[in-house]
C-alpha cells in the first residue's frame, strides 16, 4: 500500500479563509492526514488545489512535501478531490504552482518595502 492520498470529499471553502481550513484526507493504508488549503487554481480550464500537510501537533511539515489535486464542485456544490494520474498533467500543474509561489514570494518581497 502507498502513502499517497486517495480522492477524497472537501467541504465548500471561501477563499479568504483558506489560511484556516484544513481537510482530513484518507490514504491508501487507512491512515489520515490533516491538512492545510494553500490555494485553489486553475490550469487549462480545469481546477487544483494545494495541500499542505500537518505533523501531528497541527504543525506545518518541514519537509516542505505538497499535495495537489483536481478539484471540482458537483452541482449543489460540493466539492472534491481527483488523483492526477497523468505525468504530462502533473508536470505542467507542478510548474504552475511554482509559479505561484514565485509571484506571492515577489508579492511578500514588495510588500516589505
Same mark, same amino acid.
Given at each position: 500500500?502507498?502513502? +499517497?492520498?486517495?480522492?477524497?470529499? $472537501?467541504?465548500?471553502?471561501?477563499?479568504?479563509?483558506?489560511?484556516?481550513?484544513?481537510?482530513?484526507?484518507?490514504?491508501?493504508?487507512?491512515?489520515?492526514?490533516?491538512?492545510?488549503?494553500? +490555494?485553489?487554481? #486553475?490550469?487549462?480550464?480545469?481546477?487544483?488545489?494545494?495541500?499542505?500537510?500537518?505533523?501531528?501537533?497541527?504543525?506545518?511539515?518541514?519537509?516542505?512535501?505538497?499535495?495537489?489535486?483536481?478539484?471540482?464542485?458537483?452541482?449543489?456544490?460540493?466539492?472534491?478531490?481527483?488523483?492526477?494520474?497523468?505525468?504530462?498533467?502533473?508536470?505542467?500543474?507542478?510548474?504552475?504552482?511554482?509559479?505561484?509561489?514565485?509571484?506571492?514570494?515577489? #508579492?511578500? $518581497?514588495?510588500?516589505?518595502?
Amino acid at each position: 500500500m502507498s502513502d +499517497t492520498p486517495n480522492t477524497a470529499p $472537501l467541504s465548500s471553502v471561501d477563499e479568504d479563509d483558506m489560511d484556516d481550513v484544513r481537510v482530513t484526507l484518507s490514504l491508501d493504508d487507512d491512515s489520515e492526514i490533516e491538512c492545510k488549503i494553500l +490555494t485553489i487554481f #486553475e490550469l487549462d480550464d480545469q481546477d487544483y488545489i494545494a495541500l499542505l500537510p500537518l505533523d501531528e501537533s497541527g504543525e506545518e511539515n518541514q519537509e516542505g512535501e505538497v499535495f495537489i489535486y483536481r478539484f471540482s464542485e458537483d452541482s449543489e456544490g460540493t466539492p472534491s478531490l481527483e488523483n492526477i494520474d497523468s505525468e504530462e498533467e502533473f508536470e505542467a500543474v507542478a510548474e504552475r504552482f511554482d509559479e505561484l509561489l514565485d509571484e506571492a514570494e515577489w #508579492e511578500a $518581497l514588495l510588500d516589505d518595502d
